[in-house]
């Protein structure tokens, strides 16, 4: 039994340091959640830039592809 001895101050500060650090982590955490809310909420949501490039091939392949349609129509009528 005296090989195991150990300091029982030691041993509180350790566990109260790991308490407080918790304790601060968690409300670290609400509070930046919170300010991030705050931050993006007066704001209106800006479309991302590669959804934005998406919709604009979307819609130039939409239009090239009637562009073809309409001229394949127009060579098949005889005028």
Do not use: C
Request: aromatic share 6%.
């Amino acid at each position: 039994m005296d090989d195991v001895s150990f300091d029982v101050w030691g041993v509180l500060r350790w566990v109260l340091v790991v308490l407080v650090a918790g304790f601060i982590g968690q409300f670290g955490r609400h509070a930046a959640q919170r300010l991030l809310e705050r931050r993006t909420a007066g704001r209106p949501a800006e479309p991302d830039g590669k959804l934005v490039k998406k919709r604009l091939k979307a819609r130039l392949k939409a239009e090239k592809k009637r562009a073809k349609a309409e001229e394949k129509r127009s060579k098949g009528q005889p005028g």
